[in-house]
């Protein structure tokens, strides 16, 4: 580097040239500079995927598949598939056995001895659909003694008031909350399939009734989630005679609960939870989960991992390419838990423990890197908690997967146009995910809700 000469002893025409030298010379740096300016502008945030984001995957985009196949061959079997097609029914209703007296060729006669077996299929039918149609007819008098009026009683599910039994509500409960299918097109349903004639008033009635059937059973589900020690909860968006609310679950392997409710504020956790505090909370990082009442915390590594990839594509190459690595590293011990000691699983922990440590001192330059180190610098001891206990998921995929057939519903019908409707869908929605915990499907689960005796709980 040059240095300046001393200006006092330089003469007017020594300083105009050094002028002009520094002139040219500053030109020269501008245009070179000039070249790189482009490439100093902030890049533009990357897009927003359901890889780097909580974006469904309905809403990515989808490029054009390649045909894995020649057209009209056979299908090769897929991972997780024998093939070999549909496995015979252990049981069939009658069988028919086809054998031959005579050759079809030149009518010679032919014994059952000679003939071998050459393939075994079945066809399946459906038996003729209709309603099963029981008039009952109560006889009453008054007792010539006494004058007492009676009635005779009827047995238990033939009381007055609406003709449509429990079976009949269990289908259409089914059919309107897990299909999504219109009042319109439950009432041609059961006409057009059933031979039953129920107009849309009537499925209305019908299923103002099965609400107060409910009743019990979501009583039931929300004082087992008050006895609970781990709870997961996620909440997704509602629309109510036209006006946005909030679908919040509730759910852990034995329960799940679902109410929708205007705010999705802490309020709602306190509503449902009243005075119980549960040991663990497993949740994402919206400020009102942040608020459970819960002493120990598991944050959504679905939803960290997520992050970081955003934060990579974003131009990160310091933070989130070491987190997601380290997080990447938690599920792969996840996974191989079973087949892990405790005191492997302990090292294991401990060394996680210790690189994340290490992976906070770093200092990255790029502003999503310093939003994560932020972020993770106050969630220490949130992140690997899972693996202190087996019954800890690592993410709250489970309330996300509870939650999905709520957003299905919304798009398909656009919401609900009452509060009761509001009520019934969060109540049958209750009934199908606890039910689906104990193994059971999901117009089992109805059925069983609306039967006279029933319970989804399994006696204990």
Known sequence: MEKLP?????SNEAKEALIVELWEKIQKLSAILATYEPKLEPEPSPKKTSKNSSTPPSKGFKPNIKPSKIEGSKRQKSLGRAGGGRELHPHPDQTIIAQLKNCPQCGEKVTAATQKLQSV????????????????????????????????????????????????????TYLRYTHAISYERLSSIFGEVFGLKISEGAIANLLAKVKTSLDDQVSQILQRLRRAKLICSDETSARVNGQNQWEWVFQNQDVCLHVIRPSRGTGVINEVLAEHRPDIWVSDLFSAQKNHPAPQWQVCLAHQLRDCQYAI????????????????????????????????LNRYRDNLQERLTGILSLAPHHPDGIRLRKR?????????????????????????QAIRMSVIFRRVTNGFRSEWGRDLFAAVRSVVNTGKRQGLTAYQSIQQALSTDGSIFSPS
């Open 121 to 172: 299929y079945e066809k399946i039918e459906l038996p003729p659909i209709r309603p099963i149609i029981t008039l009952r007819e109560r006889y009453g008098g008054q007792c010539a003694c006494c004058q007492t009026k009676y009635v005779a009683p009827v047995p238990l599910g033939m009381e007055p008031g609406s003709p449509f039994g429990s079976s009949i509500q269990s289908l259409v």
């Open 6 to 10: 001393d200006l006092k002893q330089l």
């Open 313 to 344: 594509d974003a131009g990160d190459r310091i933070f989130a390419p070491a987190m997601k690595r380290l997080l990447l590293r938690a599920f792969i011990i996840h996974r191989r838990r079973s087949k892990i000691d405790d005191a492997r």
């Open 376 to 400: 993770y610098g106050g969630l220490i001891d949130n992140l690997f908690l899972f693996l202190e206990d087996a019954a800890i998921p690592p993410t709250n995929n489970s309330s996300e």
